[in-house]
């Protein structure tokens, strides 16, 4: 999905931090359910392999670490459709304003804006080491998101996602997915400690999933501070580079491509690619945050 050249970007909403080296994580089967827990979960788990330091808040500033990065090249929607880190910045701006408007409509509910934290390498967090070996989360304890943009490369080269733009904005939908789950308390139902197919925190992902589909059946008409429209309308190309991105990160494929080809629903943490694809498309044709109760149904 390109933004409108002339959008202004506000870079308010993100704060860099991080530093190059990032974090090791064990190669083999152990390693990919590491990273595949890790990856798009209310919170990071890299801490289980016993490499990730105990967060202190007098060694950090806001962002999670010592703010180290710049967005001076981030102004406008043209600068988000040529770079990755303004494309971020753009998809945060979006999504934000639709919640901000779509949640006290839809549910009652207030929104509150989170910020993303953009780093490069590995970051500190409330919730544990963030680094591109366990993918962008977001973390319920200071209600930030963590990427850091090389993930995206790692998304279409390792994973097999397609490198279109709406791949990577579903990822960030997605986590600002989670934050709604949060504001309407439901974040802690996928807290259970529970794998599988049908476990709370399969359903806390896919519901994930279907919020970034209702952003993005109403990103078209979302609006920077000066009233300007971010984003131009959808197309079907569009909407199959999300669904790559959708199918790329279902447990099945990971374990398939990555896991030695075995395939083990009851280890499963996030859903399978189909059903990651098709609560996508029922947040996408419904438009309304009211149809992504995955808790009130098992067909998943």
């Known amino acids: 999905m390109s933004f409108n ?30 990273v595949l827990i890790g990856m798009f979960l209310g919170v990071d788990l890299s801490s289980v392999t016993g490499t990730s330091n105990p967060f202190d808040t007098s060694q950090v500033q806001a962002g999670g670490a010592e703010s180290t990065t710049s ?22 701006n979006s999504v934000q304003d639709y919640w901000n408007d779509a949640l006290p409509a839809d549910v009652s509910r207030q929104y509150r804006a989170a910020q993303t934290v953009i780093y490069s390498g590995s970051t500190q967090s409330p919730c544990g080491t963030a680094s591109n070996q ?13 990427i850091d943009a090389s993930f995206f490369d790692q998304l279409s080269t390792t994973y ?17 997915g989670h934050h709604v789950e949060n504001i309407l308390g439901l974040l ?11 476990s709370g925190g399969v359903r806390i992902e896919l519901m994930a999933d279907c919020m970034a ?6 990103a078209s008409t979302t609006q920077d501070a000066d009233g300007n429209t971010l984003l131009k309308p959808l197309t079907q190309e569009d909407i199959d ?16 491509e990555l896991g030695g ?40």
């Open 160 to 176: 097999g996602a397609d490198d279109g733009a709406l791949a990577q904005e579903y990822v960030v939908a997605h986590e600002y």
């Open 5 to 34: 050249e002339g959008s202004n970007l506000d870079t308010s909403q993100v704060t860099g931090g991080g530093s190059r080296g990032g974090l090791a994580i064990g190669g083999g089967v152990g390693g990919i359910v590491i």
């Open 71 to 92: 967005f001076d090249q981030c102004k406008t929607g043209a600068d988000a459709n040529r770079d990755t880190t303004c494309r971020i910045i753009g998809t945060v």
């Open 261 to 300: 080809g075995r395939v083990n629903q009851e280890t499963w943490t996030h859903g399978s690619s189909e059903s990651r694809q098709q609560w996508f498309m029922a947040g996408y044709d419904s438009g309304t945050v009211n149809a992504c109760d995955t808790f009130g149904t098992n067909d998943l």
């Open 134 to 146: 366990t993918g962008p989360f977001y973390c319920p304890s200071d209600e930030r998101v963590y």
């Open 188 to 198: 802690e139902k996928g807290q259970d400690g529970e794998t599988g197919p049908k």
């Open 241 to 256: 580079s999300a669904l790559s991105a959708a199918a790329a990160v279902g447990d099945d494929h990971i374990q398939e």
């Open 213 to 218: 589909g209702v952003w993005a059946h109403h």
